[in-house]
C-alpha cells in the first residue's frame, strides 16, 4: 500500500515538472512570436539599441532632444497607445513567476537568440510606433511645430487657411504700395538701399544655379525692400539677402523634385510663385525680430555675441585663443560674417537647411546658442589653426576647408555646441571676463 501510495506521488510530482516545463516554453513561445510581430521583450522597451550602422539621415541633432521637455522624455511618451497596451499585457506578474522557477536549457537557448533579435526589432517597431504617433500629432486640429511658430501659420490647423491668405495679401498690399512705384516717389535714401539690393540680390548664393534665375532675383529683391521700408530702425543690411534663401529653398521643395541646381521657376504658376515669394518674407521677418540688434546702427548685438565667443573659445581651448591673440588676430575680423550671415557663406548650401533646423529650434533662445555653435565650428580646427601665423590664419578662416562636409560633420558641430550649452548654460559668470 505504501508502495504505491509512493508511486502515486512521484508521478504526480513529474506530472507538475512537466506542466511547469511545457507552460515555461510555451511563454517562450509566445515571447517569440510577438517579437516577430514586431513587439520587444515583457517589461522591457528598446529605444535606441541598433545593430546596423546609422546612416546619414538617421543621426540625431541635439536639438531634437532640447524639443522635448522632461515629462515627455519616458518611453511611454514616444510609443502608439496600442504598442504600449501590448507590452503591457505581455509582461504579466505570472509570465515572469513562471519563468524565474524553471528556466530550462532550452528556454535559455531561446532567450540568447530573442536577445540577438533584440535591437533590430525592438528599434524597428519603435520607429513604427513613432511614425504613427507623428502622424496623428499631425492630424489632430492643433499642431505645435516650430515652423508654424516662424509666424506665417498658426498652430490650429482650423485657423490656418485663413490667416495665410490674409498674410499673403497683406504682404501683397506692401508690394504695391512700396515696391510697385516709380523712383519718382521714393526719398533718395529709399532709391540708394534699393540699388544697393539689386547688386547684392545677383551675388546671393553664387554657386547655386538657380539663385541666378532673374525671377528668383526679383523675387529676393522684392522681400528685401519691403522688409526694409518696414524696418526703418535697421533698414536693409548685406547679410540680410543670404538669411532669405534657406526659406526659399524649404517652400519650394514642397512643389520641385531633385536638385536645386536643377529647379526653375518656369514651373510653377505666378500665383504659386507669389505664395511662396509672401511666406518667405514672414520667415524672414519672424526670424529678424528676435536679432534686431545685429543689423541696426553699428551692428551692437553682432559685436556682443563675438566677445562672447572669445571668451568661451578661452575658456574651451585656452591653448587657441592664446596663440590667436599672440598673433594679434582679432575676432570680429573672421567671426563678424559667421554672425552676420549666421553660417551661410562658410558651409555647402546643400547643408544650410539642416543648420536652420536648429535655428528655428531654439527661437528666441537663438542669439546667445549661436555663440556655442560657432566656437564648436572654430575649433573644429583647433589643431591646425595653432600652426599658423597671422596672415596664413586671415586666410585659411575666410575660406574655411567645408566643401566636401556632409551631414556627419555638420552634426558633430552641433553636438559639440549642444554639450558646452547644457554645461555652462546655468553658470552665466562663465563668459565674463
Not at 157 to 181: F, M
Amino acid at each position: 500500500m505504501n508502495l504505491n501510495n509512493t508511486n502515486s506521488r512521484d508521478e504526480d510530482r513529474r506530472k507538475d515538472s512537466s506542466n511547469t516545463t511545457l507552460t515555461s516554453l510555451n511563454q517562450t513561445l509566445r515571447n517569440v512570436q510577438g517579437l516577430l510581430k514586431g513587439r520587444s521583450f515583457p517589461g522591457k522597451v528598446m529605444l535606441t539599441r541598433r545593430s546596423d550602422p546609422l546612416s546619414d539621415s538617421s543621426l540625431r541633432s541635439p536639438d531634437t532632444d532640447r524639443s522635448f521637455s522632461n515629462k515627455h522624455a519616458g518611453t511611454s511618451e514616444w510609443l502608439d497607445d496600442s504598442v504600449e497596451d501590448d507590452i503591457q499585457s505581455k509582461s504579466t506578474p505570472s509570465a515572469n513567476s513562471t519563468g524565474n522557477k524553471s528556466r530550462t536549457s532550452t528556454s535559455s537557448g531561446e532567450d540568447t537568440s530573442k536577445e540577438s533579435q533584440k535591437p533590430t526589432i525592438g528599434a524597428r517597431a519603435t520607429d513604427s510606433a513613432r511614425l504613427m504617433k507623428f502622424t496623428k500629432a499631425l492630424s489632430g486640429p492643433t499642431v505645435i511645430l516650430v515652423h508654424c511658430q516662424q509666424g506665417y501659420a498658426p498652430t490650429n490647423s482650423d485657423r490656418r487657411e485663413g490667416v495665410l491668405r490674409r498674410k499673403r495679401l497683406e504682404y501683397l498690399d506692401c508690394v504695391a504700395q512700396y515696391y510697385d512705384i516709380p523712383d519718382i516717389q521714393r526719398t533718395d535714401e529709399e532709391i540708394t538701399m534699393l540699388r544697393q539690393i539689386s547688386v547684392d540680390c545677383p551675388r546671393t548664393v553664387p554657386d547655386v544655379t538657380f539663385f541666378q534665375q532673374a525671377e528668383v532675383q526679383k523675387s529676393l529683391e522684392r522681400i528685401l525692400y519691403t522688409w526694409a521700408i518696414r524696418h526703418p530702425a535697421s533698414g536693409y543690411v548685406q547679410g540680410i539677402n543670404d538669411l532669405a534663401t534657406p526659406f526659399l529653398v524649404v517652400f519650394l521643395s514642397e512643389f520641385l523634385e531633385g536638385s536645386v541646381d536643377d529647379w526653375t521657376t518656369l514651373d510653377l504658376p505666378p500665383e504659386k510663385i507669389s505664395d511662396i515669394e509672401a511666406d518667405c518674407y514672414w520667415c524672414l521677418s519672424k526670424l529678424l525680430d528676435g536679432m534686431q540688434d545685429h543689423y541696426t546702427f553699428a551692428q551692437p548685438g553682432i559685436q556682443r555675441l563675438v566677445f562672447k565667443l572669445k571668451e568661451l573659445v578661452r575658456r574651451i581651448d585656452e591653448p587657441v585663443s592664446r596663440h590667436i591673440e599672440e598673433q594679434g588676430l582679432e575676432f570680429l575680423q573672421f567671426a563678424f560674417r559667421w554672425f552676420n550671415c549666421l553660417l551661410i557663406r562658410e558651409i555647402p548650401f546643400h547643408l544650410v537647411t539642416r543648420l536652420w533646423d536648429t535655428y528655428l529650434a531654439e527661437g528666441d533662445a537663438l542669439p546667445d546658442f549661436l555663440v556655442y555653435i560657432f566656437a564648436s565650428f572654430l575649433l573644429t580646427w583647433s589643431d591646425k589653426i595653432q600652426k599658423l601665423d597671422f596672415q596664413e590664419m586671415v586666410m585659411f578662416l575666410q575660406h574655411l576647408p567645408t566643401e566636401n562636409w556632409n551631414h556627419v560633420e555638420l552634426e558633430m558641430v552641433l553636438s559639440r555646441a549642444y554639450m558646452w550649452h547644457t554645461m555652462f548654460k546655468s553658470s552665466p559668470s562663465h563668459l565674463s571676463s
